[in-house]
């Protein structure tokens, strides 16, 4: 375990660095969620997360290629690449796309939120950044919040609570392993490899590894050629993936993966907006009031590791 340091508070010049690029990911994932939830129907979501990365694999290959950034990795440097691919890539994804078969995307956006807290305690164990008590009274106003706000689902849910319960589970086991890989991207050994090449070599794996648990478990690979399938399958595998998580990682890299999860604070709130657009989604004062415990306790969090 790396000694634990006090984190300084992020220079002008750093906020300005990252500004642009939490912002364009920020935007982006934001309407992932609602894109992910409309891939669910005629192709298994197994199938559809493997043809995402295969494609963006292929994207940053290309990006690799036009930028100067070399297309091999050194041998000893793929059991990681494969790792990242694997926990963010594979089961992250796997386990999303099953939550939102069980509730709403916005409300899985609002769970994953909690990213920013697995996020900061393995960067202190791991990587050596800084946490303080106001973190942890933070990140407990915001599991009061998604109490609140589970307890509202709980009681107005059309599929049931059982439902809910397994799209909670099931986003609480994705946040843990997109956790592991943000940690890993945030390492020394992460640094020394040039960002197009970690990625697409970690999306190579993570398509392979979603191909082969696909065909095991719903057969061989099936496919729809509607424009709107197609359209969002081209907008998760380039703008939501091949473009965003280099500039994540970016992120990451810059000012730590405790700060670059402040993302997941601001996509739910955008994410939640959406759902009730196109989703339906009926408030009530728990639900309200839930969302806006997490938004402020994950906020209050953040800030004490900055100040």
């Known amino acids: 375990m790396a000694a634990v340091v006090t984190e300084p508070p992020l220079s002008r010049a750093a906020q300005l660095r990252v500004l642009v690029p939490f912002t364009i990911v920020t935007l982006i994932w ?5 894109v992910i939830r409309h891939q669910l129907g005629v192709v298994p ?167 082969l648990f696909a065909w095991g478990t719903a057969g061989p690979p099936v496919f729809d050629a509607s424009p709107a399938y197609v359209a969002g399958l081209l907008y998760l595998g380039i703008a939501a993936s091949a473009l965003a998580f280099p500039l994540y990682l970016g992120v990451i890299q810059a000012i730590g993966p405790g700060r670059a999860a402040y993302s997941s604070v601001l996509v739910p709130v955008l994410a939640m907006t959406l759902s009730t657009l196109f989703e339906h989604y009926v408030w009530g004062w728990p639900a309200a009031a839930g969302v806006a415990l997490v938004i402020a306790g994950l906020v209050v969090a953040l800030r004490a590791r900055v100040a």
């Open 30 to 34: 934001s309407s992932t969620w609602l």
């Open 45 to 211: 979501p197994c199938w559809s997360i493997a043809y995402r990365f295969a494609i963006a694999a292929v994207a940053m290959f290309g990006y690799a290629l036009v930028s100067g950034a070399p297309l091999r990795l050194p041998l000893r440097e793929h059991g990681f690449a494969a790792g990242i691919g694997l926990c963010l890539f594979g089961v992250n994804f796997n386990f999303v796309y099953a939550a939102e078969q069980h509730m709403t995307s916005g409300l899985v956006a609002v769970v994953f939120a909690l990213l920013v807290v697995p996020n900061t305690v393995l960067g202190w164990l791991f990587l050596g950044h800084g946490v303080s008590r106001r973190f942890f009274a933070g990140s407990l106003v915001a599991v009061v919040g998604l109490a609140l706000l589970f307890w509202h689902e709980l009681a107005v849910a059309a599929e049931g609570s059982r439902a809910v319960m397994i799209g909670i589970g099931l986003t609480l086991v994705a946040v843990l392993f997109a956790s592991i890989a943000n940690v890993m991207q945030g390492s020394g050994r992460a640094r020394r490899l040039p960002t197009a090449t970690l990625l697409a070599w970690a999306m190579v794996y993570g398509a392979l590894g979603n191909a």
